[in-house]
Nanobody, 117 residues
Framework: QVQLVESGGGLVQPGGSLRLSCAAS????????MAWYRQAPGKGRELVAR???????TYADSVKGRFAISRDNAKNTVYLQMNSLKPEDTAVYYC???????????WGQGTQVTVSS
């Protein structure tokens, strides 16, 4: 059974930091592209950051220089370090994996991030 379990969300003031974690099980983590997406109220889901099996990273323009994605293959976990948070970063953040073998897409249940004073 595949599980992607996010944690680390919460309420933070503008300018603050949070680190999201996504623990994966039931997938070949070393062969999966891992990503973080987010969905704000009334908006579509958008890519925030992605890391491939080779370690190549991609970021949305809106988060470049503020967010950093990383992965620990030994722990089957992907992280999203978020710094200099802005109110417009408020959203539900979702962990995503795409198998490099089958192309199968999996999603976590999401974790709420709220940036507000």
């Amino acid at each position: 059974q595949v599980q992607l379990v996010e944690s680390g969300g919460g309420l933070v003031q503008p300018g603050g930091s949070l680190r999201l974690s996504c623990a994966a099980s039931g997938i070949n983590f070393n062969r999966a592209t891992m990503a973080w997406y987010r969905q704000a109220p009334g908006k579509g889901r958008e890519l925030v950051a992605r890391t491939t099996t080779g370690g190549t990273t991609t970021y949305a323009d809106s988060v470049k220089g503020r967010f950093a994605i990383s992965r620990d293959n030994a722990k089957n976990t992907v992280y999203l370090q978020m710094n200099s948070l802005k109110p417009e970063d408020t959203a539900v953040y979702y962990c995503n994996s795409v198998s490099g073998i089958t192309g199968t897409n999996y999603w976590g249940q999401g974790t709420q991030v709220t940036v507000s004073s």
